[in-house]
């Protein structure tokens, strides 16, 4: 799919959980809407942002994520 990436690109989040793994590593799974035009036309899909973050000393690191659509 041919997306056009640019100032009406956007995503949304819903409520997000997280996880009980130790104080240095956590994981969030955020419902998401994503919205883009595809050949100009409006598109949203329905999905799932998660993310893994790890602390460091410079503070909270994002240190991989995935998308999956509903």
């Known amino acids: ?14 409520s997000h959980g997280t996880s009980t793994l130790p104080a240095t590593s956590q994981y969030v799974v955020a419902p998401t809407t994503y919205t883009y035009k595809n050949h100009g036309k409006p598109v949203a899909e329905a999905g799932v942002f998660t993310l893994v973050v790890k602390r460091t000393a410079a503070g909270w690191r994002i240190t991989s994520w995935a998308w999956a659509d509903h």
């Open 1 to 14: 799919m041919e997306a056009e990436p640019g100032p009406g690109t956007a995503s949304r989040s819903g």
